[in-house]
């Protein structure tokens, strides 16, 4: 939950993943394991979090369709290990009254312990025709729920979209810009805050005293730094720098009255500004080096009275990073981040120029003499600027004699 503890890192691909999962985590004879991983490909998400507590790796996957692309859902359970339990739920969403609230109804069951008949006729239950055996088939009971939700994707009315892209020239000194579709609004009849959490790597950095000033914060919509961690020296170069990178919290400062920008569809733009420094990296066999930086959720922090805290769900996804830099009854309310090329990734990328190794000796033999053409420059002013100073006040003060 701790910004102090997380990890970022650029992974294109999860391939490499799945090949230390299959080597590392699987029983070499288990091909269902080995499956179970290389199926973590086709996943629209996943998410592993380290229980420092058990020593446990947890890794929660989601798909929202069929992995194989095919007319139906297949999914192959095998046994699991004595004292472990498989619990398998058919569920549908249900409109909810409660807008802070997500319903589900539909028929659970666990394997190897459910094996009595449930109370429903069995005609609800989809029996193989090529299995007639009613024993070998694990029974449903039905089942109703609703959970709060701590996340929330806003209602289409109120949706507003943004992009992330660096302004150009970047230079050593860039800016991310996020521009909002429009200007957004709270939801309603909640106290929220529009923020934005931005994961930096090592090679870029925020100087936190830079946004002190208010006024430099207003003419950057921005209301306030909330918070930073991480790698946050103003002066080291990359190759000194331990941490993986930074993360900051920024809370967005919304204007009441619309912007005059237009995005081509007729709303009105808003744009926020975030100010950013490049550090000297290592030289290369290039003159830049690309430099990737995940899209920042923008969100709105609501506080919520009821309860004590906001209970936790099983749909929600947790330790995000920024979940513990706010209240136990906070719930929050995301944007929806639109890519700035279509089909791209929620990717800003900016290119960081570096000593390239071919030129280095160049740039050394002209290092050394600016600096020794400088020196004598200084020497001859010192030397001979002075005298000739004086020789012409001398001439001076012999014509006024």
Request: hydrophobic share 35%.
């Amino acid at each position: 939950m701790s910004p102090s503890t997380q990890y970022y890192s650029q992974l294109p691909s999860l391939h490499d993943l799945v090949t230390y999962l299959q080597h590392k985590g699987c029983p070499s004879t288990s091909a269902v394991c080995k499956d179970a991983a290389e199926s973590l490909i086709s996943a629209d998400y996943v998410d592993l979090d380290y229980d420092a507590i058990s020593h446990a790796l947890i890794l929660h996957a989601f798909w929202a369709r069929d992995p194989e692309n095919a007319s139906g859902w297949t999914e192959t359970i095998s046994e699991v290990k004595a004292g472990g339990s498989v619990e398998i739920g058919v569920l549908s969403r249900e409109e909810n009254p409660d807008p802070e609230d997500v319903a589900f109804s539909g028929f659970l069951t666990v394997l190897g312990q459910d094996a009595e008949p449930s109370t429903f006729p069995p005609s609800n239950v989809l029996y193989s025709k090529s299995k007639p055996n009613h024993s070998l088939i694990p029974f449903l009971e039905p089942t109703h729920f609703q959970t709060p939700l701590r996340h929330h994707t806003l209602p289409s009315s109120s949706q507003v979209t943004y992009q992330t892209q660096f302004s150009q020239p970047t230079g050593l000194h860039p800016t991310l810009l996020l521009t909002l579709s429009s200007t957004p609004t709270p939801p309603a009849d909640q106290s929220c805050h529009l923020h934005t959490y931005l994961t930096l790597p090592s090679p870029l950095f925020i100087d936190k005293y830079q946004f002190t000033d208010p006024l430099f914060l207003s003419s950057q919509n921005l209301h306030s730094l909330r918070s930073i961690a991480g790698a946050t020296d103003l002066e080291a170069p990359d190759w000194v720098i331990g941490e993986w990178g930074s993360a900051s919290l920024f809370q967005i400062a919304v204007p009441q009255k619309k912007h005059t920008g237009k995005n081509g569809k007729g709303q009105e733009e808003f744009t926020v500004k975030i100010p950013m420094h490049a550090r000297y990296l290592p030289p290369g066999n290039t003159s830049h080096v690309n430099v990737e930086i995940p899209y920042p959720p923008v969100f709105w922090a609501c506080h919520s009275d009821a309860g004590t805290k906001v209970s936790s769900s099983p749909f929600d996804r947790k330790n995000l990073g920024f979940e513990a830099l706010f209240g136990i009854k906070t719930k929050f309310y995301f944007l929806e981040p639109e890519p700035v090329i279509l089909g791209g990734k929620l990717i800003a990328g900016i290119d960081i120029p570096v000593l390239e190794v071919a030129n280095a000796g160049l740039v050394e033999w002209g290092t050394v003499t600016v600096v020794i053409g400088a020196f004598l420059w200084l020497v001859w002013g010192l030397s001979f600027g002075s005298n000739g100073k004086e020789g012409a006040e001398k001439r001076k003060e012999g014509k006024k004699e």
